[in-house]
């Protein structure tokens, strides 16, 4: 650390310095507002590193909620359309409807799987 090394600094400084007592009190503040700001700095450094382990508990916790809530939103949507195929009052409805997107989510995604095979036979064909 740098406070020690200036103090220590200073100390030889202040020993081959002859000064009068007004200089002596002076120094001798100047030493212990030092020591002072020495100490904050170590209660600083150990503040931070505390605030800093409970920050990365609390980012770990929202993290496992967050998983939590997408586990159980899914959770829900399955419910919800497996009452709405059972049947109910306007649980069918929802249940048609999310059944169509997914259906169209599924056919979007075999379009996307036949576009290489597209490209590939178009550079095929024009070789």
């Known amino acids: ?38 100490g904050e700095h170590r209660d600083a450094v150990r503040l931070n590193r505390e605030l800093t382990a409970e920050r990365d ?12 809530i997408r ?3 899914a959770e829900l949507a399955r419910a ?4 709405g195929l059972a049947g109910g009052d306007g649980g069918r409805e929802k249940a048609r409807a999310r059944v ?3 259906m169209r989510e599924v056919d979007k995604c075999i379009a996307l799987l036949r576009q290489p095979e597209t490209g590939a036979e178009e550079r095929q064909a024009t070789k």
């Open 1 to 38: 650390m740098l406070f020690p090394v200036l103090l220590h600094t200073f100390e030889l400084r202040k020993s081959s310095i002859p000064t009068t007592m007004a200089d002596k009190s002076v120094i001798v503040n100047i030493e212990a507002r030092v020591r002072q700001l020495m």
């Open 57 to 68: 508990a609390l980012k770990a916790e929202n993290r496992a909620l967050k998983e939590r």
């Open 100 to 102: 169509n997107r997914l």
């Open 80 to 83: 919800q359309l497996a009452e």
């Open 71 to 73: 586990a159980l939103d």
